[in-house]
């Protein structure tokens, strides 16, 4: 009786393995389907809740970041907060001549004769807002793009390259690709720096970051774009406009954490590039992704 017992428990738990197994290959499939009917590569690493789960497409393929580099210019800004370096409090000055004109920067639209704002100011525009000039004032701050690149290096993290700035970045359509990641490492990044094990960060510097990122205005409709209304979600966009001569979009990209109403979590990081689709096409690939997930891991 103990052994036909003992044979039971041990069928039931490999039919159980077995569908949770089937589970994430149909959300991967599902997910692979939509991608088959896009002119677009799509690049696409979901972590699940306790890690459990992954979903992986072309994830470890080179993407342009575009903007999405901008919130690992803040964590490497926090770092040098939490050594003493750097202060939030501290004041920073952009003159006229560094808001970078033509670019998009909604602290020039305030302030076009230029303006002194505290770092933690510069840091919620650049994040949340994706300021162009704010991005590269930071950069400034730090001693360049370099320094970046050879932080997350020191970290262990290879497949991640900062070589310029905004300016630089959107003055040349070629210049863009100097600055990748793939989607795995962008979701091991969100990993190490939201879990914080190894003290990355101080606990101000953790609450202030990912409270910037939940604050996140752009790409409504990427990540958040199918997901309930209310949904948190800890998020950085990045996207590089249409080539006039191709008609080609070398990024729309979206990183972050989404918030599940159990209290759990899960990381997505999805980079759509060489997309001859439109724009509103290619956030609509982002939107679909993150909603299946949603399905997935709110699903009984």
């Known amino acids: 009786m103990i052994k036909k017992t003992a044979l ?46 992954v979903v992986s497409i072309n994830s470890h393929a080179r993407f342009p970041m575009q ?15 939490d050594k003493g ?33 505290p770092l933690a100011e510069i840091v919620e ?17 730090l001693g360049g793009p370099l320094v970046v690149e ?10 991640f390259e900062v070589k310029i700035n905004e300016e630089t970045m959107q003055s040349d359509w070629d ?13 091991r990044i969100l990993i190490r720096f939201f879990e914080n094990k190894n003290n990355e960060l101080s606990p101000q510097s953790h609450n202030f970051i990912w409270g910037v990122m939940k604050g996140t205005k752009t790409g409504k409709n990427r990540l958040r774009g199918y997901l309930p209304e209310k949904t948190v979600v800890a998020h950085k966009t990045g996207w590089s406009g249409r080539n006039k001569k191709t008609g080609v979009t070398a990024a729309v990209n ?3 954490i989404v918030f599940l109403p159990n209290g759990e979590h899960f990381f997505i990081s999805v980079f759509v590039t060489d997309s001859r689709e439109d724009f509103n096409t290619n956030e609509r690939i982002i939107a679909d992704i993150a909603r299946a997930a949603w399905d997935y891991f709110t699903a009984d």
């Not at 990641?181 to 979701?187: C, F, I, L, R, V």
Request: hydrophobic content about 45%; some cysteine; aromatic content about 8%.
């Open 8 to 53: 039971s428990v041990v069928m039931l738990l490999s039919i159980s393995l077995q569908a949770v197994a089937k589970d994430v290959t149909n959300l991967k499939q599902n997910i692979e389907d939509l991608l088959a009917t896009k002119n677009a590569t799509v690049g696409v690493e979901i972590v699940g809740p306790h890690r459990k789960d």
């Open 67 to 81: 903007s999405v580099f901008k919130f690992h210019i803040a964590l490497v800004v926090l770092s040098e907060v």
């Open 85 to 117: 370096k750097l202060s939030l409090e501290q004041n920073i000055t952009l003159d006229k001549s560094q808001l970078l004109p033509g670019l998009w920067s909604p602290i020039r639209e305030k302030y076009p004769e230029g303006v002194t704002l």
């Open 125 to 141: 525009y650049t994040v949340a807002l994706s300021d162009n000039a704010g991005c590269d004032a930071l950069l400034r701050l």
């Open 150 to 159: 050879n932080y997350f290096a020191g970290l262990g993290f290879k497949d």
């Open 175 to 187: 210049s863009q690709f100097l600055n990748w990641t793939s989607p795995a490492e962008s979701n």
């Open 254 to 256: 979206n990183v972050g």
